[in-house]
């Protein structure tokens, strides 16, 4: 089945706004089989429109339109799709009701022009936006299915998950339910974990349990995309390969699904009743600014330092923490030459006794600081959780 | 003229790369008054980039095609622009000696599969790429004027820059120079910026120099655009706009052009010969990472904490650094309900003297944390260079 995203609104047609949407339809869309073939963005214009839902029902077999739902004059998506159906746009009461009573819930008024909102092409599929004025809808142009939706972030993700993929799904003929296991990891590039993850029955870009690699620097996200007839046998297929996953990847995975490294660090700091202190030199305060500002960490961490020179000794005294971090970046004296980079030197020190680590990074400035910072955390991870302290990584040159 | 934007490539089709290529292309085009009118992103693949080339040719007056140009198997775009074209791929020459002697000049031997980059369709302009080795080109498709790009960011800027807006002006008819003056603020919004600079003659969102916007909160830009027959003609127009506008934001702009805040905040302190000590609460390392990693703060930045609490007298005292910034924040007990946020303090004492000033803000937490952070560099920049600190700011509630 040939899918296609078609983005409105001239603020992405001129790029004042980076189009995100975009690539968060099109990665849930290829995480779930569904194959996207063609991206358009276009303003709000109504030729534009026209025209575009006309090409697109052309080409494709499915069209997600995202934005021009809203309530003002330059928000023309039901207008144009009423007139690429030939039909006439008419009032959903529904609608109109449930928008009114919201208001009135929050003690306002609707105003007049949100009566737009209501308005869709005769014979459309309503589709539930459960936290905006901007209902979505479904109609058929040309030989493509075509589901509106509107451009607010938050609401969009929703109903693209709870509406628009069960509904693409059931239009290329498989009625099923999805999930997406997420694995972060440090230390190993996307070529590796690929060997790393070689052989697992059923797993594979184009296998039953599809495997996808997104590398956010110096982090690596492996993530495992699986559709099944229920959710009990998605239970019972993803379990094992999870597992197998999970072990493969074993010390080098620093969290999973939502959490974060940080996020780990700071659990496992909490489970064993530990306070932190964290020194560094060159990182600046990128390390502290990771921990510190997480909800809950307000009675863990308990001082920072930034300074020419750090010790764990020092940070243990004058914060009274239980652990402290230090981490130290020498960088090369010329910052030009191919191979140039820094040389980091992570020490923790606590109850647990001490540990140093030290690892030399290759690349420019930000990059061997964002190692560095990466590398403390885990350091601390590793230590918290009784796991060598000095595995090598994949960024790091002997 | 009708311009759109073509963009290839399987990584940004399926959003495993945002396509931050769009936007910047985007705003350029229309920085320049350029008329952005179709966006269209499509994978790697025969029969759906020709289909895109020809449909493009039919609705568009020019084309930027961006992608494609490597040299593995699924770079596509020279084949099927020769295919669009009705022509075949010929060698072209010079680029093949350009990039065999450019990996001769690193001491290597240009890989056999290099040679596809230098092979372009029969008739097509050459486009010169200064800094890699896929070269551009133009040709002319159904009634549209392409020209073809690298996908890689920092090649496609500077070609964009230097070899595709000025043909496209040609194709416009508008032998032009351009300018971008661009202005940083921080407390005013995009409203208030706009009733500031009202009335400037010649300046306005479709006037003979293009004002726009774009917020990046809590900084907002302010952009100029301007077109001329020559350099001189563009001074002569400019200079008065550009002071009146820097006279009316007065002391809300941070920074112009590339500098930014923490930059013009280093060098107040490196010209004044100050040293630097950071002390913060809440916003946990936030501060201190904005400064300490710039290049050439080595000698400016002596400390930065993070503690419960903060003093500049006893930042002063353990740093020895001449000048002292603290920065407090009080979060709301409750963080849920609407008018929900936090009382930023912040603290100097240097040889200038000593000063505090106190603001609240509301919004989340990382809104506040954000906030404070901006206010605290800008509470600083004012204090460096003499003037208010306290002047009020958009985002603050009293």
Partial sequence: MRVEILCTGDEILTGKTINTNYSHIARRFT??????????????????????FLQAGERADAVIVNGGLGPTVDDLSQELAAEACGVPLVLNEMWLERMTQSYARRGRVMPANNRKQAMLPEGAEFVDNPIG?????????????????????????????????????????????????????????ESR????????????????????????????????????????????????????VRKRLGNFVVAEDNDTLESVVLAALKSGGQTLAIGETVTGGIVAA??????????????????????????????????????????????????????????????????????????????????????????????LKGLPVDERIDFERR
């Avoid at 938050?154 to 628009?164: C, S, T």
């Avoid at 690596?220 to 995309?225: I, M, R, V």
């Avoid at 540990?355 to 420019?364: E, I, M, P, Q």
């Fill in 193 to 244: 974990a690929d060997e790393m993850l070689a052989g697992i029955p059923g797993l594979a870009i184009d296998g039953d349990i599809k495997l996808g690699f997104q590398a956010h620097f110096p982090e690596l996200e492996t993530k495992l995309a699986i559709r099944a007839a229920d959710e009990a046998e998605l239970m019972r297929r993803l379990a094992p390969v999870e597992a197998e």
């Fill in 31 to 52: 995480e779930v089989g569904l194959d996207v073939h063609w991206g358009t963005t276009v303003g709000d214009d109504r030729a534009t429109l026209l025209k575009a």
């Fill in 290 to 383: 990771r921990v510190a500002p997480l909800p809950g960490a307000e009675g863990v961490f308990r001082r920072g330092t930034i300074a020419p020179a750090v010790s764990t000794e020092a940070l243990l005294k004058e914060s009274g923490a239980s652990i402290a971090l230090a981490v130290d970046v020498k960088l090369d004296d010329s910052m030009d030459k191919p191979d140039s980079g820094g040389t980091v030197t992570i020490a923790i020190a606590g109850a647990k006794g001490s540990v140093t680590r030290t690892a030399r990074l290759v690349g420019n400035r930000d990059w061997v600081r964002n190692g560095a910072c990466e590398l403390a955390l885990d350091g601390l991870r590793r230590h």
């Fill in 133 to 189: 004025t901007a209902c979505g809808f479904a109609v058929t142009i040309g030989k493509a299915r075509f589901i509106f939706t509107p451009g607010v972030p938050r609401e969009m993700r929703r109903m693209l998950d709870e509406q628009v993929i069960p509904r693409f799904l059931k239009i290329a003929g498989v009625n099923v339910v999805t999930r997406l296991k997420r694995f972060h990891s440090f230390g190993i590039g």
